[in-house]
């Protein structure tokens, strides 16, 4: 069965801080994995998509890298502001034919 | 292009009734994707499709749920009769088949359900 783990579930931190959040999938077998940002009652928003090739991807404070064989993602999270405080999922999408799971996600707060 | 676009954005319907949820995908996406999400089980995939075509529905919870994409810029969830432990939020995603590689899925605001 296709798993995916988020830790922490929950994350309070003051601003500024550097931050990391843990993705782990049970099935290595992936196309890609994206990122998302969810606030409270809102929909998800992308952050990021890795390619399976890929190893990292940047998009300004937010770093994301992928270690496929090990079956984990990380996203960093630079100088972190009050704006950042979300929900923030983890979810790959299988080669079997683009089925996209999720994690349970990171609960964010920063602290101003 | 306004993103993917769910309707009604919210419902709050009787135990027992049908209800149907509308979605539009992003245009010249090839999947569809339909979420549940509730605080206990989080994001959960009930099916999705691929140029109109169901490719795995393993994730709907009952018979009572049935899904349809008569084209490609349409797709309904239905819940017939629904039950208080369907109420949920509802999302809808699309996204591009380019292989080897998928594009990234775009989510709509999804339908808050309430059934009462």
């Known amino acids: 069965k296709q798993e995916v783990t988020q830790i922490p579930a929950a994350l309070s931190v003051p601003e500024g801080e550097n931050l990391v959040l843990n993705c782990s999938f049970t099935?290595?077998?992936?196309?890609?994995l994206q990122w998302f940002r969810q606030d409270p009652g809102k929909g998800l928003t992308s952050l990021l998509l890795?390619?399976?090739?890929?190893r990292e991807q940047t998009s300004g404070r937010l770093n994301a890298s992928l270690d496929k064989s090990s079956g984990r993602s990380t996203l960093y999270i630079a100088a972190s502001q009050p704006g950042d405080s979300a929900t923030y999922l983890c979810?790959?999408?299988?080669?079997?034919?683009?089925?996209?799971?999720f994690g349970s996600g990171t609960r964010l707060s920063i602290r101003p | 292009d306004a993103g993917v676009i769910q309707s009604p954005r919210h419902e709050v319907t009787e135990m027992g009734q049908e209800v149907t949820l509308r979605c539009k995908p992003i245009?010249?996406?090839?999947?569809l994707f339909w979420y549940r999400q509730t605080m206990m089980r989080g994001l959960e995939l009930l099916i999705y499709?691929?140029?109109?075509?169901?490719?795995?529905d393993s994730g709907m919870p009952e018979d009572r749920f049935s899904a349809k994409m008569p084209n490609a810029s349409f797709s309904t969830l239905k819940i017939q009769p629904s039950e208080p432990r369907d109420s949920a939020v509802y999302f809808c995603?699309?996204?591009?088949?380019?292989?080897?590689?998928?594009?990234?899925?775009?989510f709509g605001q999804g339908t808050r359900l309430t059934v009462v």
């Open positions: 245009s010249g996406h090839d999947y």
């Open positions: 890795i390619q399976s090739s890929q």
């Open positions: 995603a699309s996204s591009r088949d380019r292989r080897p590689s998928n594009t990234e899925a775009f």
């Open positions: 099935d290595s077998a992936i196309y890609n």
């Open positions: 499709f691929n140029n109109n075509v169901p490719i795995d």
């Open positions: 979810a790959p999408s299988y080669s079997s034919a683009s089925k996209i799971i």
